[in-house]
């Protein structure tokens, strides 16, 4: 089995890095989403107790109607959580293995 040369070696480090910064993004990024959601079911459940406290014929009307699409829109918001990265594919290393071989100094 051959050793990992030591381009190598710092490309997973660095990989290994981005990965952790990326991972501690995506946290922040959750509870702000997670703050979101809960302030779009708050909306949503204003809204429904609001057309819900009208008249039959005020929810069939074309403002109650109107009011049945805001909601709509309100509860299809997207607010996907991410999930975490395991690891970054390593990148293709063609030109670091060539640049590698390469002598530093004449011989």
Not at 62 to 69: L, P, S, V, W
Not at 74 to 92: F, N
């Amino acid at each position: 089995m051959t050793q990992p040369r030591p381009l190598e070696l710092r490309l997973q480090q660095s990989m290994r890095e981005i990965a952790g910064k990326l991972n501690s993004a995506i946290e922040n990024y959750n509870l702000v989403v997670s703050v979101v959601e809960t302030f779009r079911d708050e909306i949503v459940s204003d809204m429904e107790h609001y057309a819900s406290d009208r008249s039959d014929r005020w929810q069939k009307s074309e403002r109650g109607q109107r009011h049945e699409a805001w909601k709509q829109e309100w509860e299809g918001l997207d607010v996907t959580a991410l999930d975490a990265i395991d690891e970054i594919d390593e990148p293709e290393m063609a030109h670091a293995n060539e640049l590698e071989s390469i002598q530093s100094q004449p011989e």
